[in-house]
């Protein structure tokens, strides 16, 4: 057996969803490490507060649950040079998509037991950190608005419900957008640190963790019409494709209005206009199946 020490920071609102094939994992896991210590949140912020009290000495540090864990423990952590391990079980497990990590137990067992090790690029905002994605505009409406309680029971679809809320209720914004000298234009904008957005859909296909560059994707046409459009085309896989839509790569840039606009970062809102987007200087240290 393994004598590794190993800490898991676990959500149990996203594990009761995936209550069996999380079970099985924890089973295979104290099989295969003796040094095994689970640490339950018990609400929103509370994954900052234990990754922020976690001891230097961890050889291993197992996420359960979904993007908004892993933000909440990426921005606890001081240990820069730990080793992560996802175990996927939140609603879209965007990050955890982007590793590539295994949904069936036995083969994410195998990942975080043999994955290769990975130092790996994150966002920032406002210098807080985000890890995969993070949105203006139409989806970080859709973030802040959706129903926990309709999350908790439906999952993704519930976000296809206050989707379809929010075209029909849809208002136009108007987002400022500085790179450098130049000046943009959006009614949205999702700024991509891998290429996979809200599951497996993808907007910016270059992007990816291993490269350190932030790319921005802006929405150009403004109406409810064009809204319903953006929300078809990113389903069929054709954003990328799309004239009105410019995606820039970018080691940082600034939305400065307008002032109030709620920013989502990683499926949970994290910050609000104005702001400054950067691609963090420091790396942290992955659990990939690449």
Same mark, same amino acid.
Do not use: W
């Given at each position: 057996?393994? /004598?590794k020490i190993?800490?898991?920071i676990y959500n *149990?609102v996203?594990g009761?969803?995936?209550?069996?094939?999380?079970?099985?994992?924890?089973k295979l896991l104290?099989?295969n490490?003796k040094?095994?210590e689970?640490?339950?949140?018990?609400? =929103?912020?509370h994954?900052?507060?234990?990754?922020?009290?976690l001891?230097k000495n961890i050889?291993l540090l197992?996420?359960?649950?979904g993007d908004g864990?892993?933000?909440e423990?990426?921005n606890g952590?001081?240990?820069?040079k730990?080793?992560?391990g996802i175990?996927p079980?939140g609603t879209?497990n965007?990050f955890?998509?982007?590793l590539?990590?295994?949904k069936n137990?036995n083969?994410?067992i /195998? /990942?975080?037991m043999q994955?290769?090790i990975e130092?790996?690029?994150i966002g920032?905002?406002n210098?807080?950190?985000f890890?995969q994605?993070?949105?203006?505009?139409?989806?970080?409406?859709?973030?802040r608005?959706?129903?926990?309680?309709?999350?908790?029971?439906i999952g993704?679809l519930?976000? !296809?419900?206050e989707? !379809?809320?929010?075209i029909i209720?849809h208002?136009k914004?108007?987002?400022?957008?500085? !790179?450098?000298k130049k000046?943009?234009?959006?009614s949205?904008?999702?700024?991509a640190?891998?290429h996979?957005y809200?599951?497996?859909?993808?907007?910016? *296909?270059?992007?990816?963790p291993k490269d350190?560059f932030?790319?921005?994707?802006l929405?150009?046409h403004?109406?409810?019409?064009?809204?319903?459009?953006?929300?078809l085309a990113l389903?069929l896989?054709?954003?990328?494709?799309l =004239?009105?839509?410019?995606?820039?790569k970018?080691?940082n840039?600034k939305?400065?209005n307008p002032?109030?606009? *709620?920013?989502q970062?990683d499926?949970d809102i994290?910050?609000?206009?104005?702001?400054?987007f950067?691609?963090s200087?420091? =790396?942290?240290n992955?659990?990939?199946?690449?």
């Open positions: 057996m393994n /004598t190993v800490k898991m *149990p996203a009761q969803r995936h209550h069996r094939r999380f079970s099985k994992i924890v104290k099989a490490f040094k095994l689970i640490l339950e949140t018990n609400g =929103k912020g994954a900052i507060a234990l990754a922020q009290g001891e050889d197992l996420i359960a649950g864990t892993i933000n423990v990426l952590i001081n240990n820069k730990i080793v992560i175990i079980i879209a965007v955890a998509n982007e590539g990590m295994p137990p083969h994410l /195998t /990942t975080l994955g290769k130092q790996l690029s920032n905002v210098n807080k950190k890890i994605m993070a949105g203006l505009g139409f989806d970080a409406h859709v973030v608005d959706v129903s926990k309680s309709l999350k908790n029971k993704k519930a976000y !296809v419900y989707s !379809v809320r929010e209720r208002k914004v108007k987002y400022e957008v500085s !790179v450098g000046k943009y234009q959006a949205s904008i999702i700024i640190n891998g996979y809200g599951g497996k859909f993808i907007c910016a *296909p270059e992007a990816s350190p932030l790319h921005i994707c929405f150009q403004f109406g409810r019409l064009n809204c319903l459009k953006y929300s389903i896989g054709l954003i990328p494709k =004239k009105s839509v410019k995606i820039i970018v080691k840039f939305v400065a002032q109030g606009e *709620p920013i970062a499926g994290l910050e609000s206009l104005p702001a400054i950067s691609i200087k420091n =790396k942290f992955f659990l990939t199946a690449y």
